[in-house]
């Protein structure tokens, strides 16, 4: 990981969220990571996806969730991520920390400090976790790839060139990606 650690020593789920923490720290396996703030670029397309989610759910029983917010993926692991948004169908995950299970869509926007870790690590662990559809947003390729669950697997499609990228976990859904890049 490109991030810096924070302690040299292990700090459960409980403590952790008991904690003053830094809002731009994340957990994993005991060991605090502190993640650099967003550019300017990267709050513009999550505020863009947010409010366009968001709009498009209103009054559904779906949520929809934008950074930070804390996912707790394995209910018994000290690991606590913090995507960029999510959407969660089962309003039975949600607690008064965040979310305790696999959100059914997961979006991470790139960013020159992150870009290892959110196509490499965390791809791993939603992947491991179940989560039904992992967005990563490549802004500086104007790429949106989606990851979509087949089995214990993801299959990745590569949508550029302004293309329409459809939410296959809320049917209707459509981003107009070429929308993001302006």
Request: glycine fraction near 8%; charged fraction near 25%; proline fraction near 8%.
């Amino acid at each position: 990981m490109s991030n810096l650690a924070l302690a040299d020593r292990y700090i459960g789920f409980d403590e952790f969220m008991a904690g003053e923490e830094d809002p731009f720290t994340e957990l994993y396996d005991g060991e605090e990571w502190r993640m650099a703030p967003p550019s300017d670029r990267h709050q513009k397309i999550s505020m863009m996806l947010s409010i366009e989610i968001g709009l498009f759910l209103k009054g559904k029983p779906e949520q929809v969730r934008s950074a930070p917010y804390g996912v707790q993926l394995f209910p018994d692991e000290d690991t606590v991520v913090l995507p960029d948004l999510v959407v969660i169908k089962d309003p039975g995950k949600i607690d008064r920390h965040g979310c305790t299970g696999a959100p059914d869509l997961v979006v991470e926007i790139l960013s020159p400090s992150n870009a290892s870790h959110d196509s490499i690590e965390k791809y791993a662990l939603y992947e491991r976790a179940g989560v039904p559809e992992y967005w990563i947003v490549d802004p500086d390729q104007e790429i949106v790839y989606v990851a979509l669950l087949q089995g214990e697997r993801y299959e990745v499609t590569k949508y550029k060139d302004g293309a329409d990228v459809p939410v296959a976990v809320v049917p209707g859904l459509v981003i107009h990606s070429a929308e993001l890049w302006k």
